[in-house]
């Protein structure tokens, strides 16, 4: 332990040291960061980065652990959770701490008669994790409502307009390792609370259809393809005129999960980590699997489905460690 640092990280917060982060993490996986950090007093962030920064330390945001892979070595560094949870609804604009809950502030967007963040409901995880990804369900993506984001960059707060999010397919700038999300800017528009309220429900509804249920997990594992770079190496295996590929056409993308379940891996284990039985672009935690088995199943999935259609898929997740 670095005595130094143990004691100036207690000035920020609450410190734990050797922290298992399968304890934080959705996924119910990874090995210990050597310092776990809950900030509370969202005064103390923005001191605490530029401290981080000049002493070169390593950190990661783990927000509410979803999307995310910890592996089992875990994480040399400090592992930072924030307690920011204030968020203020004026009008059609909403103002959001990072640190939120997704589907908190969408159900409170949803009473306040507000509309076009609906499908919120279903998303794990935080705003700011939810913006970092550019997450999206139900054809609705964060970059449809976001009109500013203020974040730590570079060792400066400043505010970004949505272009300069640099927005795109589950991605913006902050993916790159640029920066760290501090408070997020929604642009809505009036609606009917019970219609909304419908609508939301439908959504839930839908998710635990479509979702596997029961199990620890961190949200689908692979982006989507998109149609039109890889439409003639699904063109050699399907008539363009099935149903399902009119579908990919009209989206622009292909499902991830379909390709997984056509290469025939539903179902494939490896230690306590399985493709899921309901989805195919969901690895769930059977019970104590190692990062090694998840890391282990993205390869084969990867292969085989780049050995049946030469597509090559690419992770949403974030691999931490």
Known sequence: MNDQLYTMLRTFGKVRLSEPLSKHTTFKIGGPADYFLVVEDSSKRIDLLKWLDSEAVDYVMLGGGSNMLVRDEGY??????????????????????????????????????????????????TIGGAVRGNAGAMGREMKDSVKEVEAYIDGDVVRLSNQECGFGYRHSIFKENKGVILRVW?????????????????????????????FASTGCIFKNVDFESSKTQLLTHFDEQ????????????????????????????????????????????????????????????????????????????????
């Not at 059609?92 to 306040?112: D, F, M, P, W, Y």
């Not at 809505?188 to 635990?208: I, P, S, Y």
């Not at 493709?275 to 084969?300: M, P, Q, Y």
């Open 242 to 321: 099935d149903e399902k590929i009119q579908q990919f056409l009209r989206v622009g993308k292909i499902s991830a999960g379909w390709l997984v379940e056509q290469a025939g891996l539903k179902g494939e284990k490896q230690g306590k980590a399985q493709v899921s039985e309901v989805h195919g672009n969901f690895i769930v935690n059977l019970g104590g699997a190692a990062a090694i088995d998840v890391l282990t199943l993205i390869e084969k999935i990867k292969t085989a489905v780049y050995n049946t259609f030469d597509i090559e898929l690419e992770e949403e997740i974030q691999v931490v460690g």
């Open 76 to 125: 040399r560094g400090v592992a930072i959770v924030t307690k920011d949870e204030t968020y203020d609804i004026k009008g059609t604009t909403v103002q959001t701490g990072a640190g939120v809950v997704t589907v908190k502030l969408a159900n409170e967007t949803v009473k306040a008669g507000l509309t076009g963040f609906e499908w919120g409901v279903g998303v794990p995880g």
């Open 186 to 214: 929604l642009e809505l528009e009036k609606g009917d609370a019970k219609a909304g309220m419908a609508q939301a429900l439908g959504v839930l509804q839908f998710r635990n259809k479509t979702q596997p249920k029961g």
